[in-house]
């Protein structure tokens, strides 16, 4: 895309290096946190990278991404490098759809994700929690970010579609980390050379897929079969219909609910493993969640009406998605020329607001390494600028879980922190790896002692 517009400063890639760069075996690739960050701290936080002749903006300013997101929401759509990765798995469900059938399809499922509704989940969230810490072992260390995402989709399929995946789940977690790193190997701007390649990871990544599938048209089949409504999310697409009377055909259901399947557990997962990971390493604000715990459940379940008297839950799950929030950008198209200041966002560039970077300005969030939940004490919180910290994205595309997110992450943390401590293994490296989401590279290896009471 050629342009005679004035552009923010930024880097100039060859196209050869790039096309290179994609051939290689995506482990083994520059790790694109890197290049985020050292983008910004080269070129701040509005640049623009040439890769080829094609424009790619990096943004991690709160005014513009309010304009972009909310103010001109209507002149983006979701970029070509976002679909050309997901549209595989996900097809045309409600991440990627565009327009009024977007508009339709969120206006369908909203009701699913009422509050009253979602406090309806509150039990299911719990009772699966203490089923799954039930079986853990004291004496065995464990990846307590595979606990978290087999827990986390038992939920999502128990609440959403009534569905129980408790002999499934394990095999599910694995077979997704195959189609992240899939998918993850198909971002890029110029995947043509590597699409053409055989590769075993495209095999497993269809295998995988198909297993999947599987598994979900059973899910759909039974409830069509039994044909009672459920009341949760699967009895509202199935009852859908347009204006002529037609309910959603079977690949439009299908894409809704993989959708749903993977958005609605994996982000949760990883938001849990962090603030496990954090916890371990600062016993400090352990030590306050476990006080708080202790002197509001005095050892019983948390319920829904407890959560009002958890603030520093609540702080604690926020501060964790603020250093590794789980998306760690949202990206976008414009369908027409943008104008932001005295720059114009060229029709089809690539428009990237990274979260991650966001976070991290020491402007909006002094000592920014520092896991540090008091900033979000609700007197604190009210400094920080409205879209500088946006872990669920903002605007009409905002996360349609962002609430059952919350109820579920501080539900979680509270059933298993009122019984467990967990130690971090010995020299196991907790390192970011950005694989769709912004996972722990290496898992988060703990070992799982039961805890004294605090005192209070
Ligand atoms: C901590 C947990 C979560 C995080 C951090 C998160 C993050 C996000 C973000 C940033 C977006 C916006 C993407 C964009 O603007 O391009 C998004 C969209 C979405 N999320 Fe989440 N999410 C979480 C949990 C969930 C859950 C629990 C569900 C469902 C049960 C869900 C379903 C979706 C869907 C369907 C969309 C697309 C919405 C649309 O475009 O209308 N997410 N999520």
């Not at 985020?36 to 991404?65: M, W």
């Amino acid at each position: 895309m050629a342009t005679d517009y004035k552009l923010p400063p930024g880097p100039i890639f060859r196209l050869w290096f790039i096309r290179l760069m994609q051939l290689m075996p995506f482990r083994t690739r520059p790790e694109p946190l890197l290049f985020t960050v050292k983008t910004f701290q080269e070129y701040g936080s509005f640049a623009c990278a040439r890769v080829g002749n094609r424009l790619f903006f990096q943004i991690s300013d709160p005014e513009l991404t309010h304009q972009i997101l909310v103010t001109h929401a209507d002149k983006f759509h979701k970029d070509d490098v976002l679909n050309r990765a997901l549209r595989p798995v996900t097809g045309n469900g409600l991440l990627l759809s565009e327009g009024d059938f977007w508009r339709k399809q969120r206006k369908l499922a909203q009701p699913a994700f009422h509050h009253k509704r979602i406090e309806s989940y509150a039990t299911a969230m719990v009772e699966e929690t203490q089923r799954a810490i039930a079986a853990w072992q004291t004496d065995q260390p464990f990846d307590v970010l595979f606990e978290m995402t087999q827990l986390a989709l038992k939920i999502v399929a128990r609440t959403l579609f009534s569905a129980d995946v408790s002999d499934s789940a394990a095999r599910v977690s694995q077979l997704v980390t195959v189609l992240l790193e899939a998918a993850n190997n198909r971002i890029g701007i110029f995947t043509t050379l590597y699409d053409l390649l055989p590769s075993a990871i495209k095999r497993r990544e269809r295998a995988a897929l198909r297993e999947i599938d599987a598994l979900l048209r059973q899910i759909i089949s039974r409830r069509r079969a039994d044909g009672t409504d459920r009341g949760d999310l699967l009895s509202m697409l199935l009852a859908a219909t347009d204006e002529d009377g037609n309910g959603m055909t079977d690949q439009q259901l299908r894409d809704e609910v993989i959708t749903i399947f993977l958005a609605g557990h994996e982000t949760t997962a990883v938001t849990l493993a962090w603030t496990w990971a954090l916890l371990a390493q600062h016993p400090e604000v352990e030590a306050k969640l476990w006080a708080e715990l202790d002197s509001v459940l005095g050892g019983r379940a948390p319920t829904l009406a407890d959560l009002p008297n958890l603030p520093y839950t609540e702080m604690v799950i926020k501060e964790a998605m603020r250093l590794y929030p789980p998306a760690g950008g949202v990206s976008r198209m414009p369908i027409t020329d943008v104008q932001l200041g005295e720059y114009v966002l060229p029709k089809g560039s690539n428009v990237f607001i990274s979260m991650y970077v966001m976070h991290r300005d020491p402007r909006y969030f002094p000592e920014p390494e520092r896991f540090i939940p008091e900033r979000f004490s609700k007197e604190r919180e009210a400094e920080i600028p409205r879209y500088a910290y946006l872990p669920f994205g903002a605007g009409p595309r905002i996360c349609i879980g962002n609430s059952f997110a919350m109820l579920e992450a501080r539900l979680i943390l509270a059933t298993v922190a009122q019984r467990f401590k967990l130690a971090l293994v010995k020299d196991h490296p907790i390192l970011p790896e950005q694989l769709f989401t912004i996972r722990p590279k290496y898992g988060v290896k703990v070992v799982a002692s039961v805890r004294e009471p605090v005192l209070v």
